[in-house]
């Protein structure tokens, strides 16, 4: 059983910084990928940011060089650095991670609960 448990939204004003947190506990072997993906009201979820295991990260172009995605390997977690916020970047924020719980496992989707990010003007 593997969960992930996002912390660190709310509400901030428009050109404020907010920083995102998710940890996965459970029975892991390795975190192939994390990555963030976010969903506004009526639109469909998108990618925010990905970062695979040992390779640079990815990021949206809406949020390139305001964001930044890092890991800490050992505790399993990886963070979202925002910064320079707009009210467009106001969604629901979801932490993904593609897990394999036993060397011989495949890799396995696994979603948080999300946390509320709300930018205001």
């Known amino acids: 059983q593997v969960q992930l448990v996002e912390s660190g939204g709310g509400l901030v004003q428009a050109g404020g910084s907010l920083r995102l947190s998710c940890s996965a506990s459970?029975?892991?072997?390795?975190?192939?990928?994390m990555g963030w993906y976010r969903q506004a009201p009526g639109k469909q979820r998108e990618l925010v940011a990905v970062?695979?295991?040992?390779?640079?990260?990815n990021y949206a172009d809406s949020v390139k060089g305001r964001f930044t995605i890092s890991r800490d390997n050992a505790k399993n977690t990886v963070f979202l650095q925002m910064n320079s916020l707009k009210p467009e970047d106001t969604a629901v924020y979801y932490c993904?991670?593609?897990?394999?719980?036993?060397?011989?496992?495949?890799?396995?989707?696994?979603w948080g609960q999300g946390t509320q990010v709300t930018v205001s003007s």
């Open positions: 993904n991670a593609q897990i394999r719980t036993y060397s011989y496992s495949s890799s396995r989707n696994y």
């Open positions: 459970g029975t892991i072997f390795n975190i192939d990928v």
């Open positions: 970062i695979p295991s040992g390779h640079s990260a």
